[in-house]
Each structure stands twice: as structure tokens, then as C-alpha cells.
């Protein structure tokens, strides 16, 4: 603007005189109804600023043809203009902007244009709204700085979703690649067919780019399928959005943002309104307007201090290094509550001290008495149900219920507690772009709150908000304590198999037999019963059954025997059985020594280095848990191959809850191990001493509460009662 009027300050001077008034033609479309105010506001400011006068040659182009259009420029470019305002939107500019661009004639456009962006060489084109890729960026950021994971976009035409093609560029960027919904506006004013899918869908965040006169009537019909309440969040993609009265709409809990360039606190701001609103008056009145009267109002306005703040060209004509403010609708009206630049298009400054004017979506919940409904994973010793057989009711206790009852103590609310359908801490599933569990309930706004052993993880502080930790743990092995067993009856014959016990018994039985018939057949065995008789009638042999058996049996034992062979042959075999006797008794008594030493010792581990080596002892941890995160997500190579062995093991060795991980240590007999987080191996150890703690801990991370992302003040306020709690 500045430059355009110092353009027409410049055409003015080579006039040279004051007297004679620069020509200006305006395009305008009665669609504006204000349109006529703001250019005679605008000649009086002129004149007033710089002492010259202009002369307009106004023109209200609505729905005129490009020929049309055309005639109508060069008509009025032959009345000796010095530059062209308007026209107000792209279909009847193109017209105008060539004109403008042969003629070298200086053209002022007021409208969102992208095309802009290949404005080269158009000096004389000005384009007074702010940058499209600026402009573009802002919004991303916005989006980015709320956090959203998702939401629908509601476009108008193909120009608002080009609008938008910021926002959808840095979903694109992002990481998890989250789901968005893209919805065109009906072509009628009736919407609901399409509220009511979005209402089904459960996405709570809409981004509404349409032109600033349709938003009331889309809002109010969202207002009557009840899409208005609590969590639900707009952005009104319009930099006019602000000036749309939608305080009368009913129920209106949710929190609507969007962001505006006139900054109505500003005297600026405020003089011109009123100047305005004083010339609509003079308009309105049949008598002919007083220019003394019109100048004295107008006195007081500064042109360095300009309504959309200060204003800067590029070389090619766009508007750049502009502010704008983001403002919040909340309990009735819409609070500034941030700022962004672009001299710094990624962040937005939060304004710096909330006052009482920043009162957020929970207080509002309290004061009104909603009950604050918390979601909760069954699990000792955090969150246990129990049935109470005098009320009927199900009833829960333990660690968290306990604290979340102090919590609601110290800051007023009420509360219902219930169990997470689905049994899950919450996990993100990439299959269905979405989370599971706790984390789920508060993403879809199910729960106001989630407590129980719930880990706090950086990839599920992207999707909610957690307390500070309530405790705080690491991931460690759970392991059942090595026993020492009775020894059975037959334990003796545990050294060697009953194989070779059969096969010996055998060999026995045979040895003892092949002993006795060699005996009987050997003369060397037969002997005089009476020495002193030379000639004796009868020989006596001592090797009966009786002590055949003896022998052998003597000798396996060790214990040797009182009667002995006398024979070659009986010799001969009863070595070959002695021989026979020193090998197997060696060889038990060497495996029974070995089999006692290892029944003591049975398989060990003693860190997690000890687990990853080994493939003996299985182990596994909680299914979709954050201990399993730990392990998918690490970039320690021993934690990588823990976790390949555990994701490849049949039968499977994830739990789905971390009671399931304790009996399987218990009934594995040490053959299995469970990576759990400390304290709950704690928690588990006091109670039963089978069980002990292997190694140190992985990592060091602690438990929270998890709550929607906009409960930005009761974070804080219950951050700060959680330590009077705790001390
Ligand atoms: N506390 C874990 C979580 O919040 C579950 C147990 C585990 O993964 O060890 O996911």
C-alpha cells in the first residue's frame, strides 16, 4: 500500500500541482457491501495524508465477462489513471492484470494469489494480501504446534485446497505418516449428509477452509448433530474468520482457532472502525455530506501504523514479514493466545503469561461439573477390580486408583473409573495408521485420563500428554531361582541309562552261566573231597549256580569273592568279566559324580548379554508393550538380535499381560525368562521367593498419566499436586 501510494504520490508531484487530482480507478464487486465506505474513507485519508486529492473512477465488475472487464479498463485507462485497485478475486483479474502489465500501469491486487510466485519482472503488480506460500506456512504450523495426528479437511473448491497444500505437505513430511480424512463441501448449503460421516468416523479435529460467509451456517450445522462437544477442535482456515459472530452457537464446548492479521485492541484499528462507522452514518443520512466534518474524525489516524500492521514488498509484488495472531473461541469469545511471525514461519510464540483470560478446556469441564472419566489396564498392584457382593457394583483399588483419587481430591472433580476394552497399555498399529489401548480411549477422547502402569514413551507423547512419572523403573529379566530337588528312589540309576542297565543284567546273568558250564567241564575244577584218600570214588566241584552267580556278582561290586577258579579256561572268562567290571563301575562312578555337580548347578544366566548368547532359555516380554517398543525400536545390536529371537520363536513367547510373564517363569522350569519392567519384578519378588531379578536395568524411564494434548493447564496443576501427594 505505502508503495502504491507513493506511486500516486509521485504521479501527483510530476502533476506538480496540488489542485489537480491523480486518477485512480477501482474495481470493486457489490458483493462487499463495505466496498463503497472503504474508498471514500479512502480518498478523504488521501487527501488528508498528502495533501492531493484523487479522483476514482469506480467500477463494481460483479459477474461481468473478461470482454466486459476489459472494455471497461481501457475506458477508464483513457481517462489518464495512474494505477488500478482491484479487481477483488481471481476470475476477472487475469483480464486486468495483463492490461495492467502491458500498459506498465501500477496495479494494486487485494486477494489470496498464489500465481504471484511467478510474478516475474511485475514490478508494477502489488499484491497487499499476504503471501500464499507464507501465508500457507502459517497454518501448517499452527496444525503442527496443536499437535494434531489427524483430522478431516474440509475444502471448499479446488483454490481452498490449494490453500491448504501446506497443511498437507507437512503431514507428508511427518514420520508416522498419520491418517487425515479430505472432504469436499456439498454444493448446497446443506452439509449434514457429510457432518454426520464425519461425526461416525471419530475424528475430532477439523480444518474448515472455505470463504469466511459460509462458516457460521456449516458451524451452526455441526452445532445441531451435537459435533460441539468436548475435545471436538476447529481451525477456520480464514484470516476473516474472527469477525464471524458465533457466539450464539449452543453447546459449544469444543475449542475453535483460527488466525487473524487485524488486531482489533490496536488504537490503529480502533480509529478507523469508528471513522467507518461514522461515515456509514453520514452515508445513510439524505443530506449531502460535510468534508469538514468528515476530516475532523479522521484526524486522529496514523498512516505509519497500518491495520494489518507494517507493509513490505518483494521484488516480485508479494507481501512478506507480516504477523498474525492466533486467537482461541472459548467461554463465549475468541483470546489471543499466541503469535506467529514470518520472520520465523516454524513456531508460534505462546503468549508468555496465561491470564485469566486463558482458561482451557478442563477448567471449563470442572467448573461445570463434568465427570472426568478415567481409563484404567487391570493389573496388580496398580489397578485391581474387585466384585463387591453387597452393592453388585465392580469395584477397583490399588496404586493408581488410590492416586487419582487424591488428585481429584485436590482439585475438585469427579470421577468414574472403567477398564480399557481392548486389555491393551496402547500401541501403534501401522497396518491401521492408528493406536490401540489406553492411548487410544484418549486419543478418541473415551477417557479424560489414563492411569495405570502405563510407560511414558516418546512415541506415545506424540500422540497424548503425560504427567511427570509417578515412579520411575527400568526394564530388567524375571527369573525363577534355581531349586534343589529331592533325589527320587531310583535316583542311583540316574547315571546310566536303563539300557545299559538291561544290557548288564544280561551280561551278568550269561557270564554267571558260561562261568558254571566251563567250571563243570574243566578237570582243573574238580577236586579229591578228601585229600588223605589218593584213590578217591567220587571228584567234588565247587562252582554250582549258587556261587557262579556269587563270583560275578563279587566282582561287578568290587568286593571281590572267597572262592576263586582254579582253571585256565574258568580264569580266562572270569578276567574278561573283571575287565568288564573295572570299565562299567569307572563309568558310573564317574557319571554319578557328573550328574550331581550339574543337578547343582542346572542352566544359568546373569545379565541379558548371558540371555542374548544362549538359545536354551527362552524369553519374552509383555505383547505391544513398552518394553517390547524398547526392544523393536533399539539400535543396540544385542537388543536388535533379542528382539529378532523373540519375534521369531514358536511357540510364541510374548505374554499379554505381565501376570501371564510371571506363571510362565514359574512353570518353565528356569527355561524361561521374562523382561519386565523393575518394579514390577519387584513387586513380584517380596511375594514369592522362587522368583529373582537377573542384571541391572536396560534403560531408565518412568510411569504417567496420559491425557488428551489439549489439557494443557490441569498437566500442570496436576503435575504440581502429584508432588504435594508425593511428599
Ligand atoms: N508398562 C508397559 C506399558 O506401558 C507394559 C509392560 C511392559 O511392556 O513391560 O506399555
Known amino acids: 500500500m505505502k508503495q502504491f501510494v507513493m506511486l500516486l504520490c509521485f504521479a501527483a508531484a510530476c502533476i506538480g500541482n496540488t489542485d489537480i487530482p491523480v486518477d485512480i480507478g477501482i474495481l470493486y464487486s457489490d458483493e462487499d457491501p463495505i466496498a463503497d465506505i472503504a474508498i471514500r474513507h479512502m480518498e478523504v485519508r488521501f487527501k488528508l495524508f498528502t495533501n492531493y486529492s484523487i479522483n476514482t473512477h469506480v467500477v463494481n465488475v460483479k459477474d461481468m465477462g473478461s470482454?466486459?472487464?476489459?472494455?471497461?479498463?481501457?475506458?477508464?485507462?483513457?481517462?489518464?489513471?495512474?494505477?488500478?485497485?482491484?479487481?477483488?478475486?481471481?476470475?476477472?483479474?487475469?483480464?486486468?492484470?495483463?492490461?495492467?502489465?502491458?500498459?506498465?500501469?501500477?496495479?494494486?491486487?487485494?486477494?489470496?494469489?498464489?500465481?504471484?510466485?511467478?510474478?516475474?519482472?511485475?514490478?508494477?503488480?502489488?499484491?497487499?494480501?499476504?503471501?500464499?506460500?507464507?501465508?500457507?506456512?502459517?497454518?501448517?504450523?499452527?496444525?503442527?504446534?496443536?499437535?494434531?495426528?489427524?483430522?478431516?479437511?474440509?475444502?471448499?473448491?479446488?483454490?481452498?485446497?490449494?490453500?491448504?497444500?501446506?497443511?498437507?505437505?507437512?503431514?507428508?513430511?511427518?514420520?508416522?505418516?498419520?491418517?487425515?480424512?479430505?472432504?469436499?463441501?456439498?454444493?448446497?448449503?446443506?452439509?449434514?449428509?457429510?457432518?454426520?460421516?464425519?461425526?461416525?468416523?471419530?475424528?475430532?479435529?477439523?480444518?474448515?477452509?472455505?470463504?469466511?460467509?459460509?462458516?457460521?451456517?456449516?458451524?451452526?450445522?455441526?452445532e445441531t448433530i451435537n459435533m460441539?462437544?468436548?475435545?471436538?477442535?476447529?481451525?477456520?482456515?480464514?484470516?476473516?474468520?474472527?469477525?464471524?459472530?458465533?457466539?450464539?452457537?449452543?453447546?459449544?464446548?469444543?475449542?475453535?482457532?483460527?488466525?487473524?492479521?487485524?488486531?482489533?485492541?490496536?488504537?490503529?484499528?480502533?480509529?478507523?472502525?469508528?471513522?467507518?462507522?461514522?461515515?456509514?452514518?453520514?452515508?445513510?443520512?439524505?443530506?449531502?455530506?460535510?468534508?469538514?466534518?468528515?476530516?475532523?474524525?479522521?484526524?486522529?489516524?496514523?498512516?505509519?501504523?497500518?491495520?494489518?500492521?507494517?507493509?513490505?514488498?518483494?521484488?516480485?509484488?508479494?507481501?512478506?514479514?507480516?504477523?498474525?495472531?492466533?486467537?482461541?473461541?472459548?467461554?463465549?469469545?475468541?483470546?489471543?493466545?499466541?503469535?506467529?511471525?514470518?520472520?520465523?514461519?516454524?513456531?508460534?510464540?505462546?503468549?508468555?503469561?496465561?491470564?485469566?483470560?486463558?482458561?482451557?478446556?478442563?477448567?471449563?469441564?470442572?467448573?461445570?461439573?463434568?465427570?472426568?472419566?478415567?481409563?484404567?489396564?487391570?493389573?496388580?498392584?496398580?489397578?485391581?477390580?474387585?466384585?463387591?457382593?453387597?452393592?453388585?457394583?465392580?469395584?477397583?483399588e490399588g496404586y493408581a486408583v488410590d492416586l487419582i483419587d487424591e488428585i481429584s481430591k485436590l482439585l475438585k472433580f469427579s470421577y468414574e473409573f472403567y477398564l480399557v476394552p481392548d486389555k491393551k497399555y496402547g500401541n501403534y498399529d501401522p497396518k491401521i495408521k492408528n493406536w490401540n489401548g489406553l492411548i487410544r480411549e484418549i486419543i478418541d477422547r473415551r477417557a479424560h485420563l489414563a492411569i495405570c502402569d502405563l510407560t511414558i514413551t516418546h512415541e506415545r507423547g506424540r500422540a497424548v500428554d503425560f504427567s511427570m512419572p509417578f515412579m520411575t523403573l527400568g526394564i530388567s529379566i524375571l527369573y525363577s531361582k534355581a531349586t534343589r530337588k529331592m533325589p527320587g528312589l531310583f535316583a542311583f540309576t540316574d547315571p546310566l541309562s536303563q539300557d545299559i542297565w538291561l544290557c548288564m543284567a544280561t551280561a551278568y546273568l550269561?557270564?554267571?552261566?558260561?562261568?558254571?558250564?566251563?567250571?563243570?567241564?574243566?578237570?582243573?575244577?574238580?577236586?579229591?573231597?578228601?585229600?588223605?584218600?589218593?584213590?578217591?570214588?567220587?571228584?567234588?566241584?565247587?562252582?554250582?549256580?549258587?556261587?557262579?552267580?556269587?563270583?560275578?556278582?563279587?566282582?561287578?561290586?568290587a568286593q571281590g569273592c572267597d572262592i576263586l577258579p582254579k582253571g585256565l579256561s574258568t580264569r580266562m572268562i572270569t578276567s574278561m568279566w573283571w575287565f568288564f567290571s573295572l570299565i562299567i563301575t569307572a563309568s558310573y562312578t564317574a557319571n554319578l559324580a557328573a550328574f550331581l555337580t550339574n543337578e547343582r548347578m542346572g542352566p544359568t544366566i546373569e545379565s541379558y548379554e548371558d540371555l542374548a548368547k544362549q538359545s536354551l532359555i527362552k524369553y519374552g516380554c509383555v505383547e505391544g508393550g513398552a518394553t517390547a517398543t524398547f526392544f523393536r525400536d533399539s539400535n543396540v545390536s544385542t537388543f536388535q538380535k533379542m528382539w529378532r529371537t523373540m519375534a521369531s520363536t514358536e511357540p510364541r513367547v510374548f505374554q499379554a499381560s505381565n501376570k501371564d510373564g510371571v506363571k510362565k517363569v514359574k512353570t518353565s522350569k528356569r527355561m524361561y525368562a521374562f523382561l519386565m519392567e523393575s518394579s514390577q519384578i519387584e513387586y513380584e519378588r517380596e511375594r514369592d521367593c522362587e522368583l529373582t531379578q537377573v542384571g541391572s536395568w536396560l534403560d531408565t524411564k518412568g510411569y504417567g498419566i496420559a491425557m488428551p494434548i489439549i489439557l494443557k493447564s490441569m498437566h500442570a496443576e496436576c503435575n504440581e499436586k502429584y508432588i504435594d501427594i508425593m511428599r
Not at 506498465?104 to 498464489?114: D, G, H, V
Request: glycine residues 4%; charged residues 25%; hydrophobic residues 35%.
Open 67 to 222: 470482454c466486459t472487464v476489459e472494455n471497461i479498463v481501457c475506458d477508464i485507462i483513457e481517462k489518464g489513471i495512474y494505477g488500478i485497485i482491484g479487481p477483488p478475486s481471481e476470475p476477472t483479474n487475469l483480464i486486468v492484470q495483463s492490461v495492467s502489465e502491458k500498459l506498465e500501469l501500477p496495479q494494486l491486487q487485494t486477494f489470496w494469489n498464489p500465481a504471484m510466485n511467478d510474478a516475474d519482472n511485475r514490478t508494477q503488480i502489488l499484491n497487499l494480501y499476504p503471501d500464499a506460500n507464507m501465508l500457507g506456512k502459517a497454518w501448517a504450523t499452527l496444525i503442527k504446534e496443536m499437535r494434531w495426528r489427524s483430522y478431516v479437511l474440509l475444502y471448499e473448491d479446488d483454490e481452498s485446497l490449494l490453500q491448504a497444500q501446506e497443511i498437507l505437505k507437512f503431514r507428508r513430511e511427518a514420520a508416522d505418516d498419520f491418517p487425515i480424512m479430505i472432504r469436499k463441501l456439498l454444493p448446497d448449503s446443506d452439509q449434514s449428509t457429510l457432518l454426520k460421516e464425519i461425526k461416525v468416523s471419530k475424528q475430532i479435529h477439523v480444518i474448515l477452509v472455505c470463504r469466511s460467509d459460509r462458516i457460521l451456517d456449516i458451524l451452526k450445522q455441526a
Open 228 to 396: 460441539f462437544e468436548d475435545y471436538r477442535s476447529y481451525v477456520l482456515m480464514s484470516l476473516d474468520a474472527h469477525t464471524i459472530d458465533i457466539s450464539g452457537l449452543k453447546n459449544n464446548s469444543a475449542n475453535i482457532t483460527t488466525l487473524r492479521m487485524i488486531s482489533t485492541n490496536k488504537n490503529s484499528v480502533r480509529n478507523v472502525i469508528r471513522d467507518w462507522e461514522f461515515m456509514e452514518e453520514q452515508f445513510q443520512r439524505p443530506t449531502k455530506i460535510d468534508p469538514e466534518t468528515i476530516k475532523r474524525p479522521l484526524t486522529s489516524g496514523i498512516l505509519s501504523d497500518l491495520l494489518t500492521g507494517t507493509i513490505e514488498f518483494d521484488g516480485f509484488g508479494r507481501r512478506k514479514n507480516f504477523k498474525l495472531q492466533i486467537l482461541d473461541f472459548y467461554n463465549g469469545r475468541y483470546r489471543h493466545t499466541g503469535d506467529w511471525s514470518s520472520e520465523d514461519p516454524d513456531h508460534i510464540k505462546p503468549l508468555a503469561t496465561p491470564s485469566n483470560d486463558t482458561v482451557y478446556i478442563t477448567d471449563m469441564n470442572l467448573q461445570k461439573g463434568i465427570i472426568v472419566r478415567v481409563a484404567a489396564k487391570e493389573g496388580e498392584p496398580y489397578v485391581m477390580s474387585t466384585y463387591n457382593n453387597d452393592t453388585g457394583q465392580i469395584e477397583f
Open 510 to 557: 550269561i557270564m554267571s552261566i558260561i562261568i558254571y558250564i566251563t567250571a563243570r567241564l574243566t578237570p582243573s575244577e574238580w577236586e579229591n573231597p578228601h585229600p588223605c584218600d589218593n584213590n578217591p570214588q567220587e571228584l567234588e566241584n565247587i562252582w554250582t549256580f549258587k556261587n557262579s552267580f556269587w563270583l560275578t556278582l563279587g566282582s561287578i561290586m
